[in-house]
């Protein structure tokens, strides 16, 4: 299983590149994708 606070640093490691060289959100989207997958996966535990 995916874990929660490596996906975050990561999260927040990709915000800090976006908001100091003002890259494109798409930059953001891998990171995006992969919450959403553990998102899924907490969904699935919890039904």
Do not use: T
């Not at 915000?15 to 003002?22: E, G, S």
């Not at 998102?39 to 699935?44: E, T």
Request: no cysteine.
């Amino acid at each position: 299983m995916i874990d929660a606070g490596n996906l975050l640093k990561e999260l927040d490691d990709a915000l800090d590149k976006v908001v100091a060289k003002k890259e494109p959100e798409s930059f953001l989207k891998p990171i995006v994708s992969r919450i959403e997958e553990y998102q899924k996966n907490i969904r699935k535990i919890q039904a």
